[in-house]
């Protein structure tokens, strides 16, 4: 039987590279997207020229009633779901003083609270066939701190505490959960941060290969954790 994934916030950066990446390995692919339905659909139509399954399916994933509608909708085309990547994210620069409160709550509704919709309801899917795998995208902000982006900041620890208590309640179920934690990626996240060149020159220092990253590399993470361990 195919298998069938689900990737948040899939139509562009490393949700629509993870999303290729399935693609070429033979998965159904659930491409979700927000405002973005025309860089879904391009990436649906790549997809397809590969011979593989995919629908793209509109929900915001800040929403608890339309996370459940893209988790149901999935299971409703595919029958199942074996990986959930909760991908979907958003950023931003800001001095800590400058943070409204809805920002705060948004990055969160956006950055957490999605990844708890999402999952709460894919995991009941995957509980019924005992196996299952999820993988959540944090970020080295979450283990080290941004300045002035204390928000996003607060948002990927939780992703990772998240992880591992959702990794030990679910293991004897069959399912692993898991999340790796990028460092900088060269996507639009970090175009509209706007950083400046000197910025960019620093955080390459600090990289141990001295250069960013990509989306090509999150993805193969992401996929190698997604695979059946020998
Ligand atoms: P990106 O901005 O290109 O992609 C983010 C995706 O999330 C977009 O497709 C966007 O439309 C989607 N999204 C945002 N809000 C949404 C919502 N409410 N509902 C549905 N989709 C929504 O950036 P990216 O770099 O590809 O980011 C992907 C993930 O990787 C994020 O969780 C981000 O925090 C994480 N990350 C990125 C970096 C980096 O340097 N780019 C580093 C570490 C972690």
Same mark, same amino acid.
């Given at each position: 039987?195919?298998?069938?994934?689900?990737?948040?916030?899939?139509?562009?950066?490393?949700?629509?590279?993870?999303?290729?990446?399935?693609?070429?390995?033979?998965?159904?692919?659930?491409?979700?997207?927000?405002?973005?339905?025309?860089?879904? #659909?391009?990436?649906? !139509?790549?997809?397809?020229?590969?011979?593989? /399954?995919?629908?793209?399916?509109? %929900?915001? @994933? =800040?929403?608890?009633?339309?996370?459940?509608? #893209?988790?149901?909708? !999935?299971?409703?085309?595919?029958?199942?779901? /074996?990986?959930?990547?909760?991908? %979907?994210? @958003? =950023?931003?620069?800001?001095?800590?003083?400058?943070?409204?409160?809805?920002?705060?709550?948004?990055?969160?509704?956006?950055?957490?609270?999605?990844?708890?919709?999402?999952?709460?309801?894919?995991?009941?899917?995957?509980?019924?066939?005992?196996?299952?795998?999820?993988?959540?995208?944090?970020?080295?902000?979450?283990?080290?701190?941004?300045?002035?982006?204390?928000?996003?900041?607060?948002?990927?620890?939780?992703?990772?505490?998240?992880?591992?208590?959702?990794?030990?309640?679910?293991?004897?179920?069959?399912?692993?959960?898991?999340?790796?934690?990028?460092?900088?990626?060269?996507?639009?996240?970090?175009?509209?941060?706007?950083?400046?060149?000197?910025?960019?020159?620093?955080?390459?220092?600090?990289?141990?290969?001295?250069?960013?990253?990509?989306?090509?590399?999150?993805?193969?993470?992401?996929?190698?954790?997604?695979?059946?361990?020998?």
């Amino acid at each position: 039987m195919k298998k069938t994934v689900v990737i948040t916030g899939s139509s562009r950066g490393i949700g629509a590279q993870t999303a290729l990446k399935f693609a070429e390995n033979g998965y159904n692919v659930v491409i979700n997207y927000n405002h973005s339905k025309e860089k879904a #659909l391009n990436l649906l !139509s790549v997809i397809r020229t590969k011979g593989t /399954d995919a629908i793209a399916l509109k %929900a915001d @994933i =800040a929403n608890p009633s339309e996370c459940e509608y #893209l988790i149901n909708k !999935s299971i409703e085309e595919f029958g199942h779901i /074996d990986v959930l990547v909760n991908n %979907a994210g @958003i =950023a931003q620069q800001k001095l800590f003083t400058d943070i409204s409160r809805n920002e705060w709550i948004h990055m969160f509704d956006v950055n957490v609270h999605g990844m708890f919709y999402c999952t709460q309801n894919a995991v009941r899917n995957m509980i019924s066939r005992h196996k299952g795998k999820i993988i959540n995208v944090s970020s080295v902000w979450g283990v080290t701190g941004g300045s002035c982006e204390v928000h996003y900041s607060a948002c990927k620890p939780a992703v990772i505490g998240f992880t591992k208590a959702l990794a030990k309640e679910l293991g004897p179920s069959g399912i692993q959960v898991n999340c790796v934690a990028p460092g900088v990626i060269e996507t639009d996240m970090n175009s509209e941060l706007k950083l400046s060149e000197s910025e960019i020159e620093e955080i390459k220092n600090e990289t141990p290969c001295m250069r960013l990253g990509t989306p090509q590399d999150v993805s193969e993470a992401i996929f190698f954790l997604s695979e059946p361990s020998s």
